[in-house]
């Protein structure tokens, strides 16, 4: 009877567990125009179409307010989740891997957000949005991963911060 159980588990395959040593898949920054502006993929496998996600994810930001709505937040699906965020002409995309990490990624779409303002809101207040060249924010990449192995870190060391704080303070402020 024994051997006949262990022929069986040997059939069953196991499926392998997917890796949390992160739970971004992605940050996106796309203008309102549709225009694509940064990319950072954590998960080195995430590639998409930016333009094709920028001008679908600028299409839906702009039919909400036409309905009369402020903001999109998020869109879930069973593979993941896209948490939104727009200030200023620009939209902020992070997309999270599981429901589970909707907390850590509303965090750290506000935190870049706040960020990437700060250093390159005078480039969209001076300029004609018609072209975007990408390789001027490609310094904000070791921002970007700063700030998610922060706000990772602490997700894994006190979780419990994201529950009390607001995101939309900077990540300086709550540190």
Known sequence: M?????KKNQKVKKMPR???????KAIYIFHLT????FKFSID????IDE????GVSSAIDLFLKELGHSNLYAIQT???TLIYSSKHGLIFVVHAFEK????????????IEIEF????????ETQDITYIEKSIFETFEVKAQKLYDQLYHLYQTSPEFFNIFDPNLPLFILL
């Open 2 to 6: 024994e051997n006949n159980l262990a």
């Open 18 to 24: 997917k890796s949390k040593s992160y739970m971004i």
């Open 34 to 37: 549709g225009l694509p502006v």
């Open 44 to 47: 080195k496998k995430q590639d």
């Open 51 to 54: 333009i094709l996600f920028a």
């Open 78 to 80: 069973e593979d993941g």
């Open 100 to 111: 589970d990490d909707v907390k850590l990624g509303q965090f750290l779409v506000k935190q």
């Open 117 to 124: 303002l700060k250093d390159f809101s005078y480039f969209f």
